[in-house]
């Protein structure tokens, strides 16, 4: 498996899809080989990570209802150029976000629902410089999160 901009859709709808998931029902849902190295209660990581990255990180949520599932997949990218212009061509156009100081990343944020699914998802690709379409991403977080109900409707 290597990391591309089509894998990335597939796994931001399916993590959109996919009911609340641990540690190991999220490398299931993923398709992604290898063993799960816990580093804290909340933070493991794959062992070996997937061609193209040096690094994949999974975050449980530690507060709310959400508390012990699964909220982030963070991908260092190694390998696999992924650029800004390809997320946009797979995702729409991204926002770009704010950055918090000089010398953090530059980072583009996409949003992703599938309707009626129980989370959405947002992809943020970050990039060493001002992104451009030819510009290759140097990380992606895939964030997930719950979708409220509409008001009047049961959690």
């Known amino acids: 498996m290597t990391i591309t ?3 990335l859709r597939t796994w931001s709808e399916q993590l959109c899809t996919q009911p609340a ?6 490398l299931r849902a993923l398709g992604l080989a290898g063993s799960l190295v816990e580093k804290t209660r909340d933070y493991s990581v794959v062992e070996p990570p997937p061609a193209g990255t040096s690094l994949v990180g999974l975050s449980l949520e530690n507060l709310g209802k959400n508390k012990g599932y699964l909220s982030t997949v963070e991908l260092t990218l190694s390998g696999a150029a992924i650029t800004r212009g ?10 770009a976000l704010p950055r918090v100081d000089h010398d953090r990343p530059h980072v583009v944020s996409y949003p992703v629902t599938v309707p009626g699914a129980p ?5 943020q690709a970050s990039f060493a410089d001002e992104p451009a379409a030819a510009s290759a991403a140097t990380s992606v977080r895939l964030r997930r999160d719950v979708v409220k109900p509409p008001p009047g409707q049961a959690q």
């Open 86 to 95: 390809e997320l946009d061509q797979k995702f729409g156009a991204g926002n």
């Open 21 to 26: 998931l641990d540690f190991a029902a999220a």
């Open 119 to 123: 989370y959405r998802c947002t992809v």
């Open 5 to 7: 901009p089509d894998l």
